[in-house]
């Protein structure tokens, strides 16, 4: 196939639990131009469900299938290319000897895209599409996501979001537990109402029913359920009116999934997920009460195709991912009854100590690590006042902050902590930024309004304007100047004005 004229060539390629499907596309001046689409039906689930593995007969059919793929790429001129799929392969007691038979046979190396980072490219999608939306600017959005693992939910306000979780229901799920009624007509609706709001019950613990007006899912069946709702698409999103939602959600309750895929004009691999994410959709707008749901496309390849294609996508995903981060933070710290103001102190501290001193650590960037980890590092309080830094650890570790892996929450629960990982560089030069910018607010009274920082040499001035008392700060910050030294070689310094001497 000769090549198209434009800018770069990318493809990504799933293998999906019952397709593998394969995407080629081009950077052009009007955007991403789709130059092919290849899906082949191939039935893994099934086999992965009941025996837990995947059979030599399989991985020899899918190599075949990938090397046809790879042939493709090479008549096209693919530059760069993604072959991925979910956690569900992940999970086969085989799985490192298929991986190793994948690439052995096809040359391609293949990654996992886990159910958090597939529902964070999802967000952003939807966040993009949002973004022209002007509605109402002070809205609050339900941000909701169909995961493989579990129902994503995030409260969207303005450009970053305030507080993530994840609710354990699937598509999985609610397609098991029709199945198991499918004899019983009478028990249908109450027992479907109340399975769904079983599933949903912590919209109330997590606070999403609070001032949300409206409901956002992202859905790659968009097209067909803004057809079955009788609304169209304009500007890659959906208005339906809640009760048209709702309307829908009842009547396909009453009939399974294959009935519903012949009535609708749905395919056999639409009808099961459509069927089972409509009726959670209608249950979240029943039970948030909002009056608009609006739905956006949400692929999870598409996503991946504007990261390789379009420059400046994942320099602002990422930005997205550090502001929904720290905005997440935020909340939990107020949940957990944090000293904001304390908390926020520190946090602009440790950030202008950092950059001051670019050039003594490492080139890792882990300025949003060290953020984190001031925000929350007061959360213990909540349970222990004496060892609340262990207790901040602990809760750190389970939070759900955008973005964060459990590795990732790990190290700012160490960064918050005075001792531990002493073989840890990374982590100790963290927490010497950490210590330095808390014994500057030891007292929590933010007597301090501002530093200014120089670095000479072997010593780091850190100088401010106050004409009270700084006995207690000045005590904590020569302790955590020890640290300091030993991890950097450089010895900090306070110095401090009054305001006559300024």
């Known amino acids: 196939m000769p ?18 499907t394969m995407l080629i596309a081009q950077n052009r001046s009007t955007g991403i131009d789709v130059l092919d689409r290849l899906e082949c039906f191939f039935d893994l689930e099934k086999e992965t469900a009941t025996t837990g593995r995947i059979g030599q007969a399989s991985i020899l059919e899918l190599c ?23 956690d569900f392969l992940q999970s086969t007691d085989n799985f490192i000897f298929f991986k190793s038979q994948l690439t052995e046979r096809t040359g391609l190396n293949l990654e996992i895209i886990s159910d958090e980072e597939e529902k964070a490219l999802l967000y952003w999608q939807m966040q993009k599409a949002m973004a022209s939306f002007d509605r109402d600017k002070g809205d609050k959005y339900l941000y909701a996501v169909i995961g493989n693992e579990s129902l994503g939910l995030a409260l969207q306000s303005v450009k970053r979001q305030r507080l993530r979780q994840n609710l354990p229901i699937t598509v999985f799920d609610v397609l098991q537990m029709r199945e198991e009624l499918a004899g019983d007509t009478e028990l249908v609706s109450p027992v479907m109402n109340e399975f769904l709001e079983d599933g949903l019950d912590g919209l109330d613990t997590y606070g999403f029913r609070k001032s949300v007006k ?3 899912f992202a859905d790659a069946e968009l097209e067909a359920i803004a057809r079955m709702c009788g609304v169209e698409i304009e500007d890659k999103r959906c208005m339906i009116p809640a009760e048209k939602l709702m309307q829908l959600g009842q009547h396909l309750m009453e009939m399974m999934p294959e009935n519903a895929g012949k009535e609708y004009g749905l395919s056999i691999k639409q009808e099961r997920a459509i069927y089972a994410s409509v009726l959670i959709y209608n249950k979240l707008t029943e039970l948030t009460g909002v009056s608009v749901v609006i739905g956006v496309y949400g692929s999870l390849m598409g996503s991946l195709l ?11 995903y990422d930005q997205y991912m550090q502001e929904n981060a720290l905005g997440c933070a935020r909340t939990l710290a107020k949940r957990y009854g944090c000293a904001m103001e304390h908390a926020e102190k520190v946090c602009d501290f440790a950030e ?6 670019r050039k003594l650590h490492s080139q890792e960037d882990d300025l949003i690590y ?13 349970s222990d006042i004496e060892f609340h830094a262990h207790c901040s650890a602990s809760l750190i570790e389970t939070f759900n902050i955008p973005g964060m892996t459990l590795g990732q929450r790990k190290v700012i629960a160490q960064i918050q902590q005075s001792e531990g990982s002493w073989d840890n560089l990374r982590i100790q030069q963290l927490r ?15 007597k301090l309004s501002d530093i200014s920082i120089r670095l000479d040499g072997d010593r780091l001035t850190v100088s401010t304007v106050y004409d009270g008392n700084l006995y207690l700060e000045k005590k904590a910050f020569d302790a955590a100047a020890q640290l300091f030294y ?10 401090v004005k009054t305001a006559l001497l300024k």
Request: aromatic letters at 10%; proline letters at 2%.
């Open 486 to 495: 030993e991890v950097f070689g450089v010895l900090p310094v306070l110095h």
């Open 64 to 86: 075949r299938i990938l090397n046809g793929y790879r042939q493709e790429m090479e008549a096209y001129g693919v530059e760069a290319y993604r072959l991925f799929s979910t």
């Open 370 to 382: 060290l953020k984190l980890a001031c925000l929350l590092h007061n959360c213990g309080y909540f």
């Open 432 to 446: 010497a930024y950490f210590q330095l910018a808390d014994a500057l607010d030891c007292c929590k009274k933010q």
């Open 306 to 316: 504007e990261q390789m294609l379009l420059k400046p996508e994942r320099k602002e």
């Open 352 to 357: 202008k100590l950092y950059q001051k001193t």
């Open 214 to 216: 409206t409901l956002v």
């Open 3 to 20: 090549k198209k004229k434009g800018g770069r060539i990318c493809a990504v390629i799933e293998i999906g639990s019952d397709m593998v």
